[in-house]
T-cell receptor, first 111, second 114 residues
Framework: DGGITQSPKYLFRKEGQNVTLSCEQNLNHDAMYWYRQDPGQGLRLIYYSQIVNDFQKGDIAEGYSVSREKKESFPLTVTSAQKNPTAFYLC??????????FGSGTQLSVL | AQKVTQAQTEISVVEKEDVTLDCVYETRDTTYYLFWYKQPPSGELVFLIRRNSFDEQNEISGRYSWNFQKSTSSFNFTITASQVVDSAVYFCALRDTGRRALTFGSGTRLQVQP
């Protein structure tokens, strides 16, 4: 089945630790996105990538980093510089300009 | 800059009632796209509709309908004869030519009581 796979479903971060959230798609989409969801605040854009080896900052990129070495993969690293990382993280992909397809999300919490 | 406002934080209705979710957007572009997504308790967002700025026709899909009015920058969503399975958070979103990513509203949580 085609779709977007996010892993892990739940992730815990210790103080000062970097953690990486995985996002893989087999839809052959060029564009991929990372959104953060906090209660009552909707979805906010962290990073997005239109093509391999290229990505742009979104509205809340500070404390996060990404890479796009393969079309299928767009991992997100939450660095120790992100002081409030607890949130629900959603990955999405699309054919440029069309609707976004979303993964099932990763809940990140701080220990 | 683009902006989407969903002023209704939470709505509670009884099954079979009709309910309208409001969405107001801001953009300087003449070409843009509007979307509605549903987020059930599982967390994954489900696409409902995409509408471009040149098509102001209302859309009906089963119990769902959408009213797009450029004059008031609104793209409202109505569920007719609501059901318990409609309980979810609903998001309105905008994409214009200024940014190739969706800007989402803060969402409206709909609770349909049996």
């Amino acid at each position: 089945d085609g779709g977007i796979t996010q892993s892990p479903k739940y992730l815990f971060r210790k103080e000062g630790q970097n953690v990486t959230l995985s996002c893989e798609q087999n839809l052959n989409h060029d564009a991929m996105y990372w959104y953060r969801q906090d209660p009552g605040q909707g979805l906010r854009l962290i990073y997005y990538s239109q093509i391999v080896n290229d990505f742009q900052k979104g509205d809340i990129a500070e404390g996060y980093s990404v890479s796009r070495e393969k079309k299928e993969s767009f991992p997100l690293t939450v660095t120790s510089a992100q002081k409030n990382p607890t949130a629900f993280y959603l990955c999405a992909s699309s054919i440029a300009g069309e609707k976004l397809f979303f993964g099932s999300g990763t809940q990140l919490s701080v220990l | 800059a683009q902006k989407v406002t969903q002023a209704q934080t939470e709505i509670s209705v009884v099954e079979k009632e009709d309910v309208t979710l409001d969405c107001v957007y801001e953009t300087r572009d003449t070409t843009y796209y509007l979307f509605w997504y549903k987020q059930p308790p599982s967390g994954e967002l489900v696409f409902l509709i995409r509408r471009n700025s040149f098509d102001e026709q209302n859309e009906i899909s089963g119990r769902y309908s959408w009213n797009f009015q450029k004059s008031t920058s609104s793209f409202n969503f109505t569920i007719t004869a609501s059901q318990v399975v409609d309980s979810a958070v609903y998001f309105c979103a905008l994409r214009d030519t200024g940014r190739r990513a969706l800007t989402f509203g803060s969402g409206t949580r709909l609770q349909v009581q049996p």
